[in-house]
T-cell receptor, first 114, second 114 residues
Framework: DAGITQSPRHKVTETGTPVTLRCHQT?????MYWYRQDPGHGLRLIHY???????DKGEVSDGYSVSRSKTEDFLLTLESATSSQTSVYFC?????????????FGEGSWLTVV | AQTVTQSQPEMSVQEAETVTLSCTYD???????LFWYKQPPSRQMILVIR??????QNATENRFSVNFQKAAKSFSLKISDSQLGDTAMYFC???????????FGAGTRLTVKP
């Protein structure tokens, strides 16, 4: 258990509305990630963070923004949700100690945009 | 571009038998990590096994082992004595160092039959 909590776990929202997903971790990990999972694509990186206020874009960042104002929280915002953003969103952390450079995932957030 | 390919969308195996899942990747990096993750119907992403590219010895975790062929850029997962609980999607993943990204294959859906 990497101490990762995602909220909300399930959400249905309307096209054009803003949505924020929250990822909370309890073990002071420096690196945090947001992935989305879609059939036939595996998991694709949206954004990641390497420290407080330090973030960068991933493979599929268009339409998403992130913020990290404190170590334990990494927020993913859909500024104006579209149906193509219906997906399962996973937050993850990178554990540098222990096994080293291993990514552990939260339980996922199901987002449906109607 | 760094890519991960899983050429078997679906596989099945009889309980107690052995099955091998294939994964190939493309990279120009020399130092990297490879992973297999299991995703059961609950959608939780569970780390199965990891391999450091600089280690020639293949990783083993109980009934799970890998065949890592660095020159061929191949990283297959062998599951011995398959159990019903092994039924899941399996994702191969690759992360170069010191890059922060982790790339995933599209997944292989494994069904263990009683």
């Amino acid at each position: 258990d990497a101490g990762i909590t995602q909220s909300p776990r399930h959400k249905v929202t309307e096209t054009g509305t803003p949505v924020t997903l929250r990822c909370h971790q309890t073990e002071n990990h420096r690196y945090m990630y947001w992935y989305r999972q879609d059939p036939g694509h595996g998991l694709r990186l949206i954004h990641y963070s390497y420290g407080v206020k330090d973030t960068d874009k991933g493979e599929v960042s268009d339409g998403y923004s992130v913020s990290r104002s404190k170590t334990e929280d990494f927020l993913l915002t859909l500024e104006s949700a579209t149906s193509s953003q219906t997906s399962v969103y996973f937050c993850a952390i990178r554990e540098v100690e222990g096994l080293g450079n291993t990514i552990y995932f939260g339980e996922g957030s199901w987002l449906t945009v109607v | 571009a760094q890519t991960v390919t899983q050429s078997q969308p679906e596989m099945s195996v009889q309980e107690a038998e052995t099955v091998t899942l294939s994964c190939t990747y493309d990279t120009s990096e020399n130092n990297y990590y490879l992973f297999w993750y299991k995703q059961p119907p609950s959608r939780q992403m569970i780390l199965v096994i990891r391999q450091e590219a600089y280690k020639q010895q293949n990783a083993t975790e109980n009934r799970f082992s890998v065949n890592f062929q660095k020159a061929a850029k191949s990283f297959s997962l062998k599951i011995s004595d398959s159990q019903l609980g092994d039924t899941a999607m399996y994702f191969c993943a690759f992360t170069p160092l010191p890059n922060n990204d982790m790339r995933f294959g599209a997944g292989t859906r494994l069904t263990v039959k009683p």
